[in-house]
Structure formats: C-alpha cells, structure tokens
C-alpha cells in the first residue's frame, strides 16, 4: 500500500512539474518574441503545395497565432476558372496580417498558381493597397512564387 502511494505521488510530481516546466517555456518564449520581432503592416502570404488546401498551412498560421506575433486576416480563394472569392479584409493598422491563398484546382501545376498569384496580387495592390508582401510557399506554392517573381522581375512594382 505504501509503495502504490509513493509511486501515485511521484507519478503526480512528474506531471505537474512538466506542466510546470512547459508554462515557464511558453512564456520565456513570449517574452523572447515580444522583445525581438518586428511588426509591421506587411502582410505575409502563404500559398500551399500540390494537393494542397486550407489544412496545409494551418499549423503555421496557428502557431504565428498562439505566439501573437501575427493575425490570419484573409482568406483568398481561387476558383478553377481563376476567378477569386476574398474572405476578410486587411488595413494598414494591422501588425503581420496573414493571407492564406487556396487554389480549389490545387493540382494546376506551378505556371497556373503563378498567373494565379499575378491576379491576386494585382487585386491586393489595387483595392487593399498591398505594395511589399512577404511570400511563403510550401513544396509546388514556393516554386508558384518563384514563377511569379520571374514573371514582374523586370517591373519596379507588382503589376497594376
């Protein structure tokens, strides 16, 4: 009986000093972030990979959430005829908005996201202002960017 005790009591020990342990580790980490990150107005933009969807950026988005150093605040979707349906709404009071971008033909290929990505940014330049943008892509959604970029190099600013 004393030993089912005194195992129950390490047992119970362990776990609330893990509990313990984590808590003083997610603050030290707020502290980190809140001390060294930068805000700024300049949204970032994630674009998923072959496949893909709205679950394939979503750890990222959350984790960004949980340490409030950024803010999902729009949701572009591309409709296999190219055509857009924009949820949310972005302002230049924002601290590191999120843009998620999801292609309902997710398996179009790179060239087709990166005529895709030239309309998006055309309409975040021309209704929401958007002129500077960080670019994110997983697996095929990097090389979508990377076609993008090839594509306005030779321009001063995203097309309009």
Do not use: C
Not at 12 to 32: D, F, P
Not at 54 to 68: F, I, N, P, R, Y
Not at 103 to 128: P, V
């Amino acid at each position: 009986m004393k030993s089912k005790k005194l195992l129950l009591a390490v047992i119970v020990t362990l776990v609330v000093g893990l509990l313990i342990g984590v808590r003083v580790a997610q603050v030290a980490q707020q502290r980190y972030v809140k001390r060294h990150y930068q805000f700024s107005s300049t949204p970032t933009i994630f674009v998923h990979g072959w496949t893909g969807g709205k679950a394939s950026e979503q750890l990222m988005v959350d984790s960004a959430e949980d340490l409030h150093v950024a803010k999902h605040k729009m949701t572009i979707r591309v409709r296999a005829d190219g055509t857009l349906k924009i949820k949310g709404h972005l302002n230049h009071r924002q601290k590191n908005p999120i843009i998620e971008v999801i292609f309902n033909n997710n398996r179009a290929g790179e060239l087709q996201d990166a005529a895709w990505l030239k309309t998006i940014m055309h309409r975040l330049k021309t209704e929401y202002g958007v002129t500077h943008y960080n670019a994110v892509g997983h697996s095929m959604g990097a090389y979508a960017w990377t076609y993008y970029n090839m594509d306005v190099s030779n321009q001063k600013a995203i097309q309009s």
